[in-house]
């Protein structure tokens, strides 16, 4: 058990407990609103699809007092906490919006290399930011990381958010590239995304 900024106590484990994928996929959608609701609303829905279509293996989680208050989705090896593949959005979507809405969410699945480990989305509950869970699941994630050899972890940041980019520096990642996406301005609010890397391990 670990202890947030307050003092109080935190679960901090790998893998999304089971029967809290809904709770999950909730956490998910209110941090990610802007990326996830042009490909996946209405919100019911794409929480329920999102819940749906969970590893639940590729996450590193925190409760408190056995609620889920954060997660971190992890990409390695093929395979990432969110199964949205093209057939999975035909079916939820239908054959005439899911190919378009697939596209959507495309734009962020370019897969890692074999030594990278990819922070895939971290979220944490709006309530209990600020009180370092965040940086408690990447650390975990580093952790995870070096066991399961990869050198390093990498992680996109869009331009909309300096207060993730902030956090992200100041736990020694650094921006390697950056991709200019000017035509998802108007539909997700972003005009570009940086790839950042650190080494895995303490
Ligand atoms: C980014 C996020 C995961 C950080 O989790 P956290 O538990 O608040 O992080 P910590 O307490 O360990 O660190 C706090 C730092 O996170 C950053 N941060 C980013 N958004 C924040 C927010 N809404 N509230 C508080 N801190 C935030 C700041 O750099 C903050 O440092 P500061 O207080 O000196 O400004 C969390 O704020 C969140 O879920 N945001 C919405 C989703 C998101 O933007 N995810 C990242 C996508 S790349």
Same mark, same amino acid.
């Given at each position: 058990m670990r202890t947030d900024k307050r003092g109080d106590p935190l679960d901090v484990r790998r893998g999304?407990?089971?029967?809290?994928e809904g709770r999950a996929a909730e956490l998910y959608w209110e941090a990610f609103a802007d990326k996830l609701g042009p490909a996946l609303k209405p919100r019911a829905r794409g929480v329920a699809f999102l819940a749906a279509h969970?590893? /639940?293996?590729r996450a590193v989680c925190a409760l408190r007092d056995g609620a889920l208050v954060g997660l971190a989705g992890l990409q390695y090896e093929g395979r990432s906490?969110? /199964?949205?593949g093209r057939r999975e959005m035909i079916r939820a979507y239908g054959p005439l919006r899911g190919p378009y809405r697939y596209a959507l969410l495309a734009t962020f699945k370019e897969a890692p290399g074999r030594s990278e480990l990819k922070l895939d989305g971290i979220a944490v509950d709006a309530a209990a930011r600020g009180r370092g869970i965040g940086e408690l699941l990447i650390e975990e994630v580093s952790e995870l990381a070096a066991e399961t050899g990869h050198s390093e972890i990498t992680l996109d940041v869009v331009d909309s958010n300096p207060r993730a980019r902030g956090l992200y520096e100041r736990l020694g990642f650094t921006a390697v590239s950056t991709k200019r996406t000017p035509h998802l301005r108007r539909v997700m609010g972003f005009g570009a995304v940086t790839l950042m890397r650190r080494p895995a391990g303490g």
């Open positions: 999304v407990p089971q029967g809290a969970m590893n /639940r293996d906490l969110t /199964r949205a």
